[in-house]
């Protein structure tokens, strides 16, 4: 099971910092990807990250300003989230890759979580 937490109400310019934690599993052997989507929007890659770190992806919108980092002892993936926009308001979701593929597809990815919403305000 994964849980994303860490959402909420920001204005623009600030900063969250998501967790995705997986439970009853192991993220080991596992690219963790976070995925948004918006109202009205299909689901997007954000960013992802190789089960042993050596390999970071990140959609071009979110380069630069958004860090994806994991944690394998504490099964946690973070995705931390700096100089926020408007439109980086959406529901963010964390999910697993279990062949470490780290492709930018929701279709690689096998196991989700419940979503955070972030809202950002202008």
């Known amino acids: 099971q994964l849980q994303a937490s860490g959402g909420g109400l920001v204005q623009a310019g600030g900063s969250l910092r998501l967790s995705c934690v997986v439970s009853?599993?192991?993220?080991?052997?596992?690219?963790t990807g976070w995925f948004r989507q918006a109202p009205g929007k299909e689901r997007e890659f954000v960013a992802a990250?190789?089960?042993?770190?050596?390999?970071?992806v990140y959609a071009d919108d979110v380069k630069g300003r958004f860090t994806v980092s994991r944690d394998n002892a504490k099964n946690t993936v973070y995705l931390q989230m700096n100089r926020l926009k408007s439109e980086d308001t959406a529901v963010y979701y964390c999910?697993?890759?279990?062949?470490?593929?780290?492709?930018?597809?929701?279709?690689?990815?096998?196991?989700w979580g419940q979503g955070t919403l972030v809202t950002v305000s202008s």
């Open positions: 990250i190789s089960w042993r770190a050596t390999s970071t």
């Open positions: 999910a697993l890759d279990s062949r470490n593929s780290c492709w930018r597809s929701t279709y690689a990815y096998d196991y």
């Open positions: 009853g599993g192991t993220i080991s052997g596992r690219c």
